[in-house]
């Protein structure tokens, strides 16, 4: 079957543009996380959903990011006012439910590089 | 707070040589503890995982790792590299009960096989 797909796998933009990112989970996955990955570095957790809410944000590094699942299904990270250091690759995961620690299916990332 | 550490950023060994990538990590209570592989452009993919009873615990693709509470590690081995083990490896952790969806990343373990 389908796995977690994401859209774009690459994106370039300027400094100070809006951005979004999406996320297609796999079909009845009710959780969803978004994580980030730089350079060197492992992926850190941004915000996992529970069906259409956000039941954790923490990983989110400021204001300038916000993430959405209007139908509890796609998902889309946005980000405001980009900065260099945002640079990254921005990956989505998702599972069946809630209970245990279930496998998290990751999907390919999206590079975003902000010039 | 939780954290992992993987000794060595990068890796070689021969083909059919063994392999073993360490992984320690710092909890407060003992966590469940995962290693993921990633293939470039790929997603992450989950090897295996610890969350209670045998501490060694059997993955994909011939791996397996061992749980010791007693030296907080959790390394990943597997008898016999082949030339399609190339990738990258993390280690990672997430808590028990209503935290068990945020996994901790090491910072990862690139493995190259020689032929």
């Known amino acids: 079957g389908a796995g977690v797909s994401q859209t774009p796998s690459n994106k370039v933009t300027e400094k100070g543009k809006y951005v979004e990112l999406r996320c297609d989970p796999i079909?009845?996955?009710?959780?969803l996380y978004w994580y980030r990955q730089s350079l060197g570095q492992g992926p850190e957790f941004l915000i996992y959903?529970?069906?259409?809410?956000?039941?954790?944000d923490s990983g989110l590094p400021n204001d300038r990011f916000f993430a959405v699942r209007p139908e509890g299904s796609v998902s889309t990270l946005k980000i405001q006012r980009t900065e260099r250091g945002d640079s990254a690759v921005y990956l989505c995961?998702?599972?069946?439910?809630?209970?245990?620690?279930?496998?998290?299916?990751f999907g390919p990332g999206t590079r975003l590089t902000v010039t | 707070a939780q954290s992992v550490t993987q000794l060595g950023s990068h890796v070689s060994v021969s083909e059919g040589a063994l392999v073993l990538l360490r992984c320690n990590y710092s909890?407060?209570?003992?966590?469940?503890l995962f290693w993921y592989v990633q293939y470039p452009n790929q997603g992450l993919q989950l090897l295996l995982k610890?969350?209670?009873?045998?501490?060694l615990v059997k993955g994909i693709n011939g791996f397996e790792a061992e749980f010791k509470k007693s030296e907080t590690s959790f390394h990943l081995t597997k008898p016999s590299a082949h030339m399609s083990d190339a990738a990258e490896y993390f280690c990672?952790?997430?808590?028990?009960?209503?935290?068990?969806?945020?996994?901790?990343f090491g910072k990862g373990t690139l493995l190259t096989v020689n032929p």
């Open positions: 995961a998702s599972s069946a439910g809630v209970g245990g620690p279930g496998e998290q299916y």
């Open positions: 079909s009845g996955h009710t959780a």
């Open positions: 959903f529970q069906g259409t809410g956000a039941a954790d």
């Open positions: 909890s407060s209570v003992p966590p469940y």
């Open positions: 610890y969350t209670t009873g045998a501490t």
């Open positions: 990672a952790v997430s808590g028990r009960g209503g935290s068990n969806y945020k996994l901790t």
